[in-house]
């Protein structure tokens, strides 16, 4: 029961955030990668190989753009606002504490949004850890409005997105932002527009950094005909691989890849599930090993799990220290189906 009310508390209501994605282009994706696999051209659908190999403990940090090098384990500041998203947190010195506690155990990415609250994850955050410690970088994103609670209405016009840049900017603090997110992408804007405006907020000094959020590879590949993108965030777990094209992509070019949703809906709670059998051999819970597997996938791979309960957030910080056996790894990875196909690419590649 602890296990499952601790997903419905700290990761369900990410369910409301991303665009959804239709049956049609599931197939899509699906279908593609197949017919790659086929073809011989596994880097599409898979990339190179994913071993166990410690991706954690060869690559423990990554370099957003040539100047941030961030800790590939995150914090994300969505879950330190009011129910639902909304408002303040029941407990406000509990969020500061939260957060405080965050970079104190060596956190220096922390990933926010105007939309939380909204307004409040940031104004929490410059609370918090105003003046900013050396090398912490603060993600935030834009253009998604909040009119009421559980509402997310997109709105990527140019003349937002400003407005938004500018609000961020003095919520947070700060007279730069160093990687700033379009978070999702709005049907009745084109994406060149959105991404045009945001290319013109970085040359006037306001962005360093632009990444991406919700978006399939056609729509980063029209972005970086504008403006170089350093990251990109699309939901990614364990259960949930409909992003896999995408992760692929961001490996080939060296793009941070953010999971949103990391620890996915609890898989872990059928008792002979390979997550429950790795966490009890590990003395952890499945939430660590779920986030060590994210860490394993892949170098470019940076998990920022979000909670309200210090417990919960030194359980997570602990869990980039976890290293699983292959065997542990494999078993987990095919939990959605896709060891198949890597051992189908890896078949194809030797033949």
Same mark, same amino acid.
Not at 276 to 303: C, D, I, Y
Not at 332 to 340: K, T
């Given at each position: 029961?602890?296990?499952?009310?601790?997903?419905?508390?700290?990761?369900?209501?990410?369910?409301?955030?991303?665009?959804?994605?239709?049956?049609?282009?599931?197939?899509?994706?699906?279908?593609?990668?197949?017919?790659?696999?086929?073809?011989?051209?596994?880097?599409?659908?898979?990339?190179?190989?994913?071993?166990?190999?410690?991706?954690?403990?060869?690559?423990?940090?990554?370099?957003?753009?040539?100047?941030?090098?961030?800790?590939?384990?995150?914090?994300?500041?969505?879950?330190?606002?009011?129910?639902?998203?909304?408002?303040?947190?029941?407990?406000?010195?509990?969020?500061?504490?939260?957060?405080?506690?965050?970079?104190?155990?060596?956190?220096?990415?922390?990933?926010?949004?105007?939309?939380?609250?909204?307004?409040?994850?940031?104004?929490?955050?410059?609370?918090?850890?105003?003046?900013?410690?050396?090398?912490?970088?603060?993600?935030?994103?834009?253009?998604?409005?909040?009119?009421?609670?559980?509402?997310?209405?997109?709105?990527?016009?140019?003349?937002?997105?400003?407005?938004?840049?500018?609000?961020?900017?003095?919520?947070?603090?700060?007279?730069?932002?160093?990687?700033?997110?379009?978070?999702?992408?709005?049907?009745?804007?084109?994406? %060149? &527009?959105? *991404?045009? =405006?945001? $290319?013109?907020?970085?040359?006037?000094?306001?962005?360093?950094? /632009?990444?991406?959020?919700?978006?399939?590879?056609?729509?980063?590949?029209?972005?970086?005909?504008?403006?170089?993108?350093?990251?990109?965030?699309?939901?990614?777990?364990?259960?949930?691989?409909?992003?896999?094209?995408?992760?692929?992509?961001?490996?080939?070019?060296?793009?941070?890849?953010?999971?949103?949703?990391?620890?996915?809906?609890?898989?872990?709670?059928?008792?002979?599930?390979?997550?429950?059998?790795?966490?009890?051999?590990?003395?952890?819970?499945?939430?660590?090993?779920?986030?060590?597997?994210?860490?394993?996938?892949?170098?470019?791979?940076?998990?920022?799990?979000?909670?309200?309960?210090?417990?919960?957030? %030194? &359980?997570? *910080?602990? =869990?980039? $220290?976890?290293?699983?056996?292959?065997?542990?790894?494999?078993? /987990?990875?095919?939990?959605?189906?896709?060891?198949?196909?890597?051992?189908?690419?890896?078949?194809?590649?030797?033949?």
């Amino acid at each position: 029961m602890n296990v499952l009310l601790r997903v419905m508390t700290d990761e369900l209501a990410e369910l409301n955030e991303t665009r959804s994605l239709t049956r049609r282009r599931f197939l899509g994706i699906s279908l593609a990668g197949g017919a790659a696999l086929l073809a011989g051209k596994t880097d599409l659908a898979l990339g190179a190989e994913t071993s166990t190999s410690s991706n954690m403990a060869t690559n423990p940090t990554f370099t957003l753009g040539s100047d941030f090098t961030v800790k590939r384990l995150g914090f994300g500041a969505m879950r330190i606002t009011g129910e639902g998203i909304w408002g303040w947190p029941p407990d406000r010195q509990n969020a500061l504490k939260v957060l405080r506690r965050a970079v104190e155990l060596g956190v220096n990415l922390i990933d926010t949004a105007d939309a939380y609250g909204p307004d409040t994850s940031e104004l929490l955050i410059a609370e918090a850890l105003y003046p900013y410690p050396k090398g912490l970088v603060i993600a935030t994103k834009g253009g998604l409005t909040r009119p009421g609670p559980g509402q997310w209405v997109p709105d990527c016009r140019p003349e937002h997105l400003k407005q938004a840049v500018d609000g961020s900017l003095k919520r947070l603090r700060l007279g730069r932002i160093d990687l700033y997110q379009l978070h999702t992408v709005d049907r009745k804007v084109p994406i %060149e &527009e959105s *991404v045009g =405006a945001l $290319k013109q907020l970085r040359d006037a000094g306001k962005i360093r950094h /632009i990444g991406l959020s919700n978006v399939d590879r056609r729509e980063i590949e029209s972005a970086r005909k504008i403006v170089p993108i350093v990251s990109v965030q699309n939901r990614y777990n364990i259960e949930d691989r409909k992003s896999e094209d995408v992760l692929v992509y961001c490996e080939k070019e060296k793009l941070g890849f953010l999971p949103w949703f990391p620890i996915g809906g609890g898989g872990g709670l059928k008792p002979k599930n390979p997550l429950n059998t790795a966490a009890k051999a590990h003395g952890v819970s499945v939430f660590q090993v779920a986030l060590a597997w994210l860490l394993e996938r892949s170098p470019v791979m940076l998990p920022i799990p979000g909670t309200s309960s210090l417990a919960h957030l %030194e &359980e997570n *910080v602990a =869990a980039a $220290k976890l290293k699983l056996t292959p065997e542990e790894w494999k078993a /987990i990875d095919g939990l959605a189906g896709w060891s198949f196909f890597r051992a189908l690419a890896k078949r194809l590649q030797s033949a």
